[in-house]
Each structure stands twice: as structure tokens, then as C-alpha cells.
């Protein structure tokens, strides 16, 4: 299956300060990226849909001036969260869909984030 | 909005025992339905995706099954491992990726 990497795998910030994310696909081009976020012990939740070269879409409830989306090019696309407090600690995951997003789906290993 | 619902929530067997996980959607005007794996802390791995217009789809010791118009998937993994043992999750696809909760396996040596 096609390969999504994420960076860091895991990040420790103290509160206030601004943590980036990375999403990339190896070997595919991804127009398109999904961001979601993970609870322990609870299931996925999308955050925003990140789309190449337009702004991203954001689901109800996120703040996107909390959580800025880029996506710069065909490969990558970035997750900021901005003055991150503790209750932004979770587990952050995306995706990438091969060939649009009716297409399978593949996985980042995921980032651990932790806000002191 | 799509809610999808997974039961049970775990599953404790021994190991050779075959595994029925169940999934249920309540928007039937889907693209495709996914299956995923997960370990404790990990990113999940895509296990099979099944089109719409797809009734089954295996790959080694798993099949899986979509009635669309009843809104559900079985996920069935034969002769089951301690490997095994991890949290599936199902996905249903109308553009966006709706998740259910999850079935946390547990296959005992």
C-alpha cells in the first residue's frame, strides 16, 4: 500500500507555545489530506479536510485559527496548532486518499502531542 | 451525519477461534467502507476496502462483507492469532471518512 509519513512522532511544548505537524506521501501525490484527532480510548475525529493550492475545510466545532492547515504542495501538508494549551494534548493523526477522496485511505503513523 | 456504530467494543477468544466483528452505518449513500487495524498508540493500517457496488472482499485470513442497503459490514478473520490482537475500526466513505468507536481484540495463547 501507498506510505504516509508523519513528523514528530511525538512532541512535548509547554503551554503558549506553537507545535507544527508534518503529513507526507512517499510515493503518491495527495491533492488532498485529512487531519483528525484522537482521544484515548475513543475513536477518530475529523478535523479539516486539507486541499493543494486552496484553503482547507474545517469541520464544525474546530477553530481554525487554532489549528492553521497548509498544504504546499502535492506531498505535504502541515497541522499548527497555535498557543497550544493542555487541552489540545492528544493523539493527531492524517490521511491520504490515492486518487481523491472516494479512493482508499492510508495512515501517518501519528504524532503524540503533549501540552505542559 | 453518518453515525457508525461497532459491537461488540471488545472481544476477548482463544487463539484458533474465528472472529465476527460487526458494523453498522445509518447514511447507506456511500463510496466505499474500510477496515482498520490499530496498535496501542500507532497509526492505523488499512486492512480491506470494499467499493459500494461490492458485496465481499478478502485477503488471507480475512473477508469482509457490505449489505449497503441495510447500512452494515461483518469483518470475519479465521483461525485467529495472538497477533492479532489490536483495535479494528470500520470507515464508511461518502467523500469524508466517518469512524466508528472500534472493537478492541484481545486472542489469548
Known amino acids: 500500500g501507498a506510505v504516509v509519513s508523519q513528523h514528530p512522532s511525538r512532541v512535548i511544548c509547554k503551554s503558549g507555545t506553537s507545535v507544527k505537524i508534518e503529513c507526507r506521501s512517499l510515493?503518491?501525490?495527495?491533492?488532498?489530506m485529512f487531519w483528525y484527532r484522537q482521544f484515548p480510548k475513543q475513536s477518530l475525529m475529523l478535523m479539516a479536510t486539507s486541499n493543494e493550492g486552496s484553503k482547507a475545510t474545517y469541520e464544525q466545532g474546530v477553530e481554525k485559527d487554532k489549528f492553521l492547515i497548509n498544504h504546499a504542495s502535492l506531498t505535504l501538508s502541515t497541522l499548527t496548532v497555535t498557543s497550544a494549551h493542555p487541552e489540545d494534548s492528544s493523539f493527531y493523526i492524517c490521511?491520504?486518499?490515492?486518487?481523491?477522496?472516494?479512493?482508499?485511505?492510508?495512515f501517518g503513523p501519528g504524532t503524540r502531542l503533549t501540552v505542559l | 451525519k453518518q453515525e457508525v456504530t461497532q459491537i461488540p467494543a471488545a472481544l476477548s477468544v482463544p487463539e484458533g477461534e474465528n472472529l465476527v466483528l460487526n458494523c453498522s452505518f445509518t447514511?447507506?449513500?456511500?463510496?466505499?467502507l474500510q477496515w482498520f487495524r490499530q496498535d496501542p498508540g500507532k497509526g492505523l493500517t488499512s486492512l480491506l476496502l470494499i467499493q459500494s457496488s461490492q458485496r465481499e472482499q478478502t485477503s488471507g485470513r480475512l473477508n469482509a462483507s457490505l449489505d449497503k442497503s441495510s447500512g452494515r459490514s461483518t469483518l470475519y478473520i479465521a483461525a485467529s492469532q495472538p497477533g492479532d490482537s489490536a483495535t479494528y475500526l470500520c470507515a464508511v466513505n461518502d467523500y469524508k471518512l466517518s469512524f466508528g468507536a472500534g472493537t478492541t481484540v484481545t486472542v489469548r495463547a
Open positions: 510515493d503518491f501525490q495527495a491533492t488532498t
Open positions: 447514511d447507506s449513500a456511500i463510496y466505499n
Open positions: 490521511s491520504a486518499p490515492t486518487g481523491g477522496g472516494y479512493n482508499e485511505q492510508f
